[in-house]
């Protein structure tokens, strides 16, 4: 959390320094600007990685990353399984932080066929949430 707070620091300074926009408040300059707070884009990263890790972008096993959920419950078919952890270590981790995350997402997003296609959608999404 201090590493995170520095970074949107960083940013807020940043966005000050553009001509106009000193005086305004920080959501209201990256509005201006048009820009998403570091923790949204850092949650859309994870998502889009999710996604290529999932459609076989990479050439890597999607198992060795994720545990899909086979228990046929509702929602898409790409829903991934989340282990219980205990330490908080293992809950920042990047195969177990964006699991709620993904499995949240609807079915059109998740059986998109090119990551374009799959950033149109959530960030569609994500302005709906800011």
């Known amino acids: 959390m201090k590493d995170i707070k520095l970074i949107e620091g960083v940013q807020r300074r940043a966005t000050k320094l553009v001509y106009?926009?000193?005086?305004?408040?920080?959501?209201?300059?990256?509005?201006c600007l048009k820009l998403m707070k570091l923790d949204m884009r850092r949650e859309r990263s994870d998502m889009i990685e999710t996604f290529k890790i999932i459609s076989g972008c990479y050439n890597v096993n999607a198992e060795v990353f994720f545990e899909f959920d086979e228990g046929g419950r509702r929602g898409h078919p790409?829903?991934?399984?989340?282990?219980?952890?205990r330490l908080?270590?293992?809950?920042?981790?990047?195969?177990?932080?964006?699991?709620?995350?993904w499995n949240s997402l609807s079915v059109n997003c998740v059986i998109c066929t090119t990551v374009n296609q799959f950033k149109t959608?959530?960030?569609?999404r994500l302005e709906l949430e800011t």
């Open 20 to 31: 106009g926009m000193e005086k305004l408040h920080y959501e209201d300059r990256l509005k």
């Open 78 to 85: 790409r829903k991934l399984f989340k282990h219980r952890s």
């Open 88 to 101: 908080d270590i293992r809950k920042c981790v990047f195969s177990n932080r964006i699991v709620d995350r």
């Open 121 to 124: 959608c959530i960030a569609s």
